[in-house]
DNA sequence: ATCGCAAACGATCTTAAAGGGAACTTTAA
């Protein structure tokens, strides 16, 4: 099925290729208008007659011709074209952040570089700092986004992943109904970035297990790296790497163990005097729990097997019950159609209440947000007045009326104190400059919490995962400063941040922080996102009592009237 | 390429930071 997010894809690339091609300015900016209008388009554009395509804003004769040559063969003529005159490198070098299409095309023409790898080598050898418009300053910066892009080639953010390894355990399943099979490795303990498919399969016949991988059609061997326990390979739509271990029944759960836990989870010394790898050698056809259990150590939950606090907890039998879906109550940090969500306020607040939950925290962009149609003073008090109407008419469903403010480069938010204060709660977000140092990026962030008015720090670093770093942050001083002020910080559950990462979810609850699963939704779909921070928590250890969005709706109204009592005295 | 105003065409405009190169272009949120 060709959707919406298909299509606007391969018209942003339309666009991106014209640009890299010199093609003019106003089209190119026709065409990026247009990928904006389908972002936030609530009917899918295959199930448009082309009469009804022209009516939507930023579409035209032309623009409408090509969505029905996507729908109908996947591409269209002009893109066809763009890509043929394209060498596949120089494509993969406008995925570099910090250089767009214009930059892309003088290292292109000028420099020669038709692929990451020759760029890099033109950098080294400080040939593109004597092409016109880069200097020594900006070579380094590509070395440095060359070298990033390079280090994420074959890597996958888990929840893009999820998919293909489901489907194949599916698969070998069905075709298998007496095997076991699981994810395992840092698939299994739900590490956000992911480089292969880890993948385990217990059957006595490992014939028979091989001639069922060999006739998955989504899957190619490497024949090369294959060996008798081992089937590697790929998974062509995908292009992520697989590896599938082939283990005997009643060995199962010992390597599901050995092969799910980190080095260190299974290094880690043992206050027997053994390791869990050297006890994992006399032991077969126990289940995990009772292979933890005989070595005095309380069950691990696959996704804290990292081998940093766990093996401690588990041995002083006081591992944390983590948090689970069930216990979140409500969903805070929200996006409608004030700002640049695809749905309405009226459409988010009733499918949330559908999916169960008992409130909605609704925070659009802030004015300064121009780019994604912030809010301004005036459409502040609009949307509260209909969030007011709402919360009549959906009770005991409540909406609360949030904003997500942009922290300032000084680290102020975004609107004069009587505005913030009209709000039941603020999340504090950067969104702009994010070429900091480290000072500067942790002061503009300590001054933010410091302001009463925060009740939620957003996305801690500004990462987005596979294709930005981030700006450099002092975590610690961070975390201690919200700790200090009662500020609650997001793991914000987009698959493309989970940001504050799970490392650090322990040490901020060790200071007594608490956290918020937040989905950043932007559409009535996005709340599935939830899920994503919820393993980001639970790797760290977060339990229902330190997560903010599992408070019930009294409770959470309460935690929010109590911070907005201590701004005024 | 699209839109709107008006008759075949003209206008299209977020903004700020960064860098390179001395006034401007590119990029990204």
């Known amino acids: 099925m060709i959707n919406n997010s298909y299509i606007a894809k391969k018209i942003k690339l339309t666009a991106k290729l014209m640009e890299l091609h010199g093609e003019n300015d106003f089209k190119v900016k026709a065409y990026q208008k247009t990928v904006e209008s389908i972002k936030i388009l609530d009917v899918e554009l295959s199930q448009v007659p082309l009469a009804e395509l022209l009516k939507i804003e930023g579409i035209g004769k032309s623009t409408a011709e090509k969505i029905v040559s996507i729908v109908e063969r996947g591409s269209f003529d002009k893109l066809d074209e763009l890509l043929e005159k394209t060498p596949e490198g120089v494509i993969e070098m406008l995925g570099l952040s910090g250089f767009g299409p214009k930059k892309i095309a003088l290292l292109w023409k000028e420099g020669g570089a038709e692929s990451l790898d020759e760029l890099l080598v033109l950098c080294r050898q400080g040939k593109v700092a004597t092409i016109k418009g880069f200097a020594e300053k900006t070579q380094e910066t590509l070395i440095k986004a060359i070298e990033f892009k390079i280090s994420t080639r074959g890597m996958f953010r888990y929840a893009n992943i999820e998919p293909a390894f489901k489907s194949i355990l599916e698969q070998v399943q069905m075709s298998l109904p007496n095997a076991r099979v699981s994810e395992t490795g840092a698939l299994r303990r739900r590490v956000d970035i992911i480089s292969y498919l880890d993948l385990l399969v217990g059957n006595d016949d490992f014939d028979e297990v091989r001639r069922v991988i060999s006739e998955m059609d989504s899957l190619a061997e490497t024949e090369m790296q294959s060996g008798p326990f081992t089937w590697v390979g790929y998974h062509k739509e995908t292009k992520a790497k697989v590896k599938i271990k082939l283990c005997k029944l009643q060995e199962f759960d010992k390597i599901l163990l050995k092969t799910t836990g980190s080095i260190r989870h299974l290094n880690a010394n043992l206050s027997n005097g053994t390791t869990l790898k050297q006890a994992l050698l006399s032991m077969n056809g126990n289940s995990e729990a009772e292979i933890y259990e005989s070595q005095g150590l309380q069950y691990i939950e696959p996704e804290m097997r990292e081998g940093t606090f766990e093996i401690q907890l588990a041995e002083k ?59 301004y003073e005036y459409t502040v008090k609009e949307q509260q007045e209909e969030i007011r109407k709402l919360n009549i008419e959906l009770a005991p469903f409540r909406v609360f009326s949030g904003i997500e403010s942009d922290i300032l480069a000084d680290g102020s938010l975004d609107y004069p104190d009587e505005v913030l204060a009209g709000f039941d709660f603020i999340v504090a977000s950067v969104h702009s400059g994010l070429n900091m140092d480290i000072n500067k990026a942790t002061n503009r962030l300590l001054t933010a919490i410091r302001n009463p008015h925060t009740t939620i720090l957003g996305h801690m670093t500004g990462r987005l995962l596979l294709e930005r770093e981030g700006y450099p942050v002092d975590h610690q001083e961070v975390i201690n400063a919200c700790a200090e002020n009662n500020v609650v910080i997001e793991i914000n559950a987009s698959p493309y941040r989970l940001d504050m990462d799970w490392r650090w979810v322990n040490y901020a609850l060790e200071k007594g922080v608490v956290l918020s699963i937040n989905p950043d939704a932007h559409s009535m779909e996005g709340y599935k996102d939830m899920y994503y921070g919820l393993l980001t928590g639970r790797k760290g250890g977060l339990t229902k009592e330190m997560t903010l969005n599992s408070k019930s709706v009294s409770e959470i109204s309460d935690f929010f009237q109590s911070r907005k009592e201590k701004i005024l005295s």
């Open 317 to 375: 039998k006081e591992l944390p019950k983590l948090v689970e879906m069930s216990d979140l109550k409500g969903i805070l940090h929200n996006h409608s159609t004030y700002s640049d969500g695809k749905h309405t306020l009226r459409q988010m607040a009733e499918h949330c209440k559908v999916l169960g939950y008992e409130y909605l925290g609704i925070s659009d962009h802030s004015q300064t947000a121009v780019y994604a149609n912030g809010l």
